[in-house]
């Protein structure tokens, strides 16, 4: 009982949670532990007015699920199976599933676990630049090309101008890229299945979270956004492996 006389609430709250995690785990949200119960993988108790109520078992529970996606990038799915395992008394050690000796994490030299160059979940939130309303003037200066490239580029879906005319701080970025691929002799043109690999992957995204999103709980867009960006950091974490392994076939690596 506290001073008052009132019951004292056993368990963590959410936020507690996540002070816990973050020094582990840099990149995890309310909004991520939020979507992890929703899916089944963790089930913390409730209070008679609704509040979560983590135990010292739902952090470790926490613990491992983000871990094994970091270090072995394992889908979701597959842990929620290791872990029913457990529950069920069927792995080696109960409550913390083995991981499968043959997934080792890939490290940076910075330490961080993750494939180099590919960007992490929170990479893809909302960006407060993404809102600028740049003139086709603007991306000329700012990327350094001249207007027949800008052309180009639209010509061949790679910017794409808002309704009104205007562009955003991507299309800046991408102009610069494809200013530099020029270098090489490589053309607007030569891009375009670039264009039509990254409509894939979008579609790929959207067909998922769609259904989230209509869901119709006031945490369903929490859930649904947190799931966008987890699969985009996936998607690109999976193209950048894709290149790399076919870049070995071509230096003989």
């Not at 699920?65 to 990038?73: E, K, M, S």
């Not at 530099?180 to 409509?199: K, V």
Request: aromatic residues 6%.
């Amino acid at each position: 009982m506290t001073a008052a006389g009132r019951p004292q609430r056993e368990g963590l709250s959410i936020g507690a949670v996540l002070a816990q995690l973050r020094p582990d785990f840099p990149d995890v949200t309310i909004s991520k532990i939020r979507f992890l119960e929703s899916e089944g993988l963790v089930r913390p108790a409730r209070t008679p007015s609704g509040y979560r109520q983590f135990g010292p078992a739902d952090v470790e529970r926490l613990r491992y699920i983000l871990a094994a996606q970091r270090d072995h990038y394992l889908p979701l799915k597959v842990i929620k199976e290791q872990l029913d395992a457990a529950d069920r008394g069927d792995s080696a050690t109960p409550g913390v599933p083995r991981l499968p000796r043959k997934l080792v994490a890939i490290s940076t030299s910075d330490g961080a676990d993750r494939v180099p160059g590919a960007p992490g979940p929170d990479e893809f939130a909302s960006d407060p630049d993404a809102d600028a309303r740049l003139t086709g003037d603007d991306v000329l200066d700012h990327a350094g090309i001249d207007g027949l490239m800008l052309e180009e580029l639209r010509q061949y879906g790679l910017v794409k101008p808002s309704a009104a005319g205007f562009y955003d701080t991507d299309a800046v970025r991408i102009a610069r890229t494809v200013k530099a691929m020029s270098d090489y002799g490589i053309e607007p043109r030569h891009l375009r299945a670039f264009r039509a690999s990254a409509d894939r992957e979008v579609g790929l995204v959207e067909q998922i979270v769609a259904p989230v999103y209509r869901q119709r709980d006031a945490d369903a867009k929490a859930r649904a956004d947190e799931l966008v960006k987890e699969l985009a950091a996936l998607s690109v974490t999976l193209h950048t492996l894709l290149v790399k392994t076919g870049i070995r076939g071509v230096t003989g690596g």
